[in-house]
Nanobody, 117 residues
């Protein structure tokens, strides 16, 4: 059974950095694609980071500022966010897409990031 639990959200000033964590269980990183999405109030959910080279991240504003990484030993996915802007304020969700023989999507409950002075 796959479970994803995000943490690390909070209030940060513009220009600051934050690292989100997604603790996983039931996920084998070599078989799953891991992604981070975000959803701001009144807006659609958008992809901000991925382990798949096939994904096309159209949220250009995060390129060069947001980075995804995996820690196999801790079964944890991270999202490092730098040079944060007020428009980065959103709920951030961790997503796992299963392998080709079981391509199910799994979601965490999200963690809120607020960028404000």
């Amino acid at each position: 059974q796959v479970q994803l639990v995000e943490s690390g959200g909070g209030l940060v000033q513009p220009g600051g950095s934050l690292r989100l964590s997604c603790a996983t269980s039931g996920v084998t990183f070599s078989q799953y694609v891991m992604r981070w999405y975000r959803q701001a109030p009144g807006k659609e959910r958008e992809l901000v980071a991925t382990t798949s080279r096939a994904d096309n991240i159209i949220t250009y504003s995060v390129k060069g500022r947001f980075f995804i990484s995996l820690d196999n030993g801790k079964n944890t996915v991270y999202l490092q966010m730098n040079s944060l802007k007020p428009e980065d304020t959103a709920v951030y969700y961790c997503n796992a897409r299963g392998p080709s023989w079981s391509p199910m999507d799994y979601w965490g409950k999200g963690t809120l990031v607020t960028v404000s002075s």
